[in-house]
C-alpha cells in the first residue's frame, strides 16, 4: 500500500544507549510532514544487524519492510542488535570485544526491543497512541515479551498493535525439535545417509544436546564440539510464549508462510485462540521463513538462493495495509 504524499523516505541513524549497551540503529520517516505512526522492527536469531544481514546469510527483510512502511506514510525505526554492527554490549563499563553477541540472552534482547521502543516514542516526528511493535522469528517472540511487559507497566509509552511474523505458539525446546524433523530430509543425500549409517536420529540427538545446554552455566559453552551462546539457548529451551501471548489484549496480526519449515503453520491457529485481543492471522502462500515464496519443495539449502530475491510484496502489502489500518488519520 502507497500513499501518494509517501513516497519519498529519508533515513536518520539514531543511537539509544543504556547501562549495559549501547544500541545504533535507523529511523525511516515517510515523506511530507509528521508527526507519522511509527513501529520498531526487530530482527530474528543470531548476530543479525538492523536490515536482518548474518555475516553468511544476507537476509535483508527488515530493510525492505521498514521501506514499504515508508511509502505507506508509516515511520520504522530498526538496530543492530547487542555486540552486531554499531552496537556494543557493555561490562563494566568497558565494551565487550568481539563476538560479545554471544554473550547476550533472549531476556537482553527483550530489554533492547523496549529501549528501542522507549526511543522511538520519545522522537517528536511520530505519533503517540500509534506505535507498534513488528518482530521476525526470534524477533516476534522478543515483541511478544515486550508487549506483554509493557501491558503490565504502570507507566511508559505501550504499542497500539503487535505483528508476528513467523512466531512461534510453542515452548522454544518444542519449536527447535520440530524444526530438526523438518529439515532432516532436505539434507544433502550424503549426509543423510551417513546419518543413517551411522543409526543417528537427528531428533533425539537435538534432544540431548539441548539437555547438555541446560546443564551449562556460562554465557557461552561448547556443547557437541560447537562454541555456543549457551545464555540465549538456556533461556530459548525453558521460555514459551504462550502466557506472554495471552497478556496481548491490543491487535494482534500473524502471519507465517505456508513452507515455513522452522515455525509451525498451524502456530497461526493456536495464536489465534491464545490472544485475547482482535486477532488477524494470514498463511502466506507458498512463503518460506525468509518471507519470500519457493516455488520448489521447501530446503534449507535453497535459503541463499532466495535472499536474492525481494520479500514477498503481498507480504509487505499485508503488513502495510494493517498497520494503516490501526492508525486512522487523525
Known amino acids: 500500500m502507497t500513499t501518494p504524499a509517501a513516497t519519498a523516505v529519508s533515513e536518520i541513524e539514531l543511537r539509544f544507549p543504556g547501562v549495559d549497551r549501547d544500541l545504533a540503529g535507523t529511523v525511516t520517516l515517510p515523506g511530507g510532514a509528521g508527526p ?22 544476507a537476509i535483508d ?3 525492505q519492510l521498514a521501506h514499504a512502511l515508508a511509502r505507506a506514510g508509516i515511520a520504522t525505526l530498526r538496530y543492530d542488535k547487542r555486540g552486531v554492527g554499531q552496537s556494543r554490549l557493555l561490562r563494566d563499563g568497558a565494551t565487550e570485544g568481539r563476538n560479545g553477541w554471544m554473550r547476550v540472552g533472549l531476556f537482553d534482547n527483550a530489554d533492547d526491543v523496549a529501549a528501542a521502543f522507549t526511543a522511538l516514542a520519545a522522537r517528536p516526528d511520530v505519533r503517540a497512541g500509534q506505535l507498534f511493535l513488528v518482530g521476525h522469528s526470534e524477533g516476534a517472540i522478543l515483541v511478544t515479551i515486550a ?14 498493535a503487535v505483528v508476528l511474523l513467523a512466531g512461534a505458539a510453542r515452548p522454544g525446546d518444542a519449536v527447535l525439535r520440530r524444526q530438526a524433523g523438518m529439515l532432516a530430509p532436505t539434507l544433502p543425500a550424503p549426509v ?6 551411522l543409526r543417528t536420529d537427528l531428533v533425539r540427538q537435538v534432544g540431548r ?30 521460555y514459551d510464549p504462550r502466557a506472554d501471548l495471552a497478556r496481548l489484549r491490543i491487535p494482534v496480526l500473524a502471519v507465517t508462510g505456508s513452507k515455513d519449515l522452522q515455525v509451525d503453520p498451524a502456530d497461526l491457529a493456536a495464536i489465534a485462540e491464545i490472544v485475547p485481543g482482535p486477532v488477524q492471522t494470514w498463511l502466506a502462500p507458498e512463503v518460506t521463513h525468509m518471507l ?20 514477498d510484496p503481498g507480504l509487505l502489502d499485508r503488513v502495510a495495509t494493517w ?8
Open 61 to 63: 527483510s527488515t530493510r
Open 192 to 197: 543423510r545417509g551417513l546419518l543413517k549409517l
Open 292 to 311: 519470500r515464496t519457493q516455488p520448489g519443495p521447501p530446503s534449507l539449502r535453497a535459503y541463499k538462493e532466495e535472499v536474492r530475491r525481494p520479500v
Open 209 to 238: 544436546n539441548h539437555d547438555k545446554i541446560r546443564a551449562t552455566s556460562t554465557d557461552i559453552a561448547r556443547v557437541g564440539g560447537a562454541r555456543l551462546n549457551a545464555k540465549w539457548f538456556r533461556e530459548y529451551l525453558g
Open 36 to 57: 507519522f505512526p511509527a513501529a520498531v522492527l526487530v530482527s530474528g536469531s543470531g548476530p543479525v544487524d538492523r536490515d536482518s544481514n548474518a555475516p553468511r546469510l
Open 323 to 330: 498497520l494503516t489500518d490501526q492508525a486512522p488519520a487523525s
Open 147 to 160: 508487549a506483554a511487559r509493557m501491558a503490565d507497566a504502570a507507566t511508559g509509552p505501550r504499542p497500539a
